[in-house]
């Protein structure tokens, strides 16, 4: 596997199957994520201070329940369709869309496709013992139906 540069072939590098998990927010409420996997390995150095890259994807029907970060995070959609909200603001959005949350600010993700919907994200939670971001109280995993 190489270290610093990549194929397309190489980063994209998902375990099997695909699970769900409960999460903790910023505020308290409890979220769910269904139907989501991430790569396998982040990418060398990725996850440095407080920031971390990474790629999200979620199964057909796959969703992400609203919820809101401490810190900004930002998604380029690479492949599939899904539905993204951020505050009052819901769109379409496909290969190429550019989405922006700032901190605080609910946002939602669903795959409303029929093939994984996936999207690089740029983000990172406080790099503080007392930080109460996405904390996962229940992972499920399940093998792809």
Request: avoid cysteine.
């Amino acid at each position: 596997m190489p270290e610093y540069i990549f194929s397309e072939d190489e980063w994209l590098d998902f375990p099997e199957g695909y699970s769900s998990a409960t999460l903790v927010g910023i505020d308290g409420r409890r979220y769910d994520q269904i139907n989501h996997r991430a790569l396998r390995s982040p990418l060398p150095g990725s996850s440095t201070y407080d920031t971390f890259l990474g790629v999200n994807t979620f199964g057909p029907g796959g969703v992400y329940e609203s919820h809101a970060h401490e810190t900004p995070m930002f998604y380029y959609v690479l492949s599939g369709r899904g539905k993204m909200r951020v505050g009052d603001e819901e769109r379409i959005v496909e290969r190429g869309a550019w989405v922006y949350t700032p901190p605080g600010v609910d946002h939602y993700t669903e795959n409303t496709g029929d093939e994984d919907f996936s999207y690089l994200l740029f983000g990172g939670n406080p790099n503080s013992p007392d930080s109460t971001a996405h904390q996962a109280v229940e992972r499920r995993h399940h093998s792809e139906s």
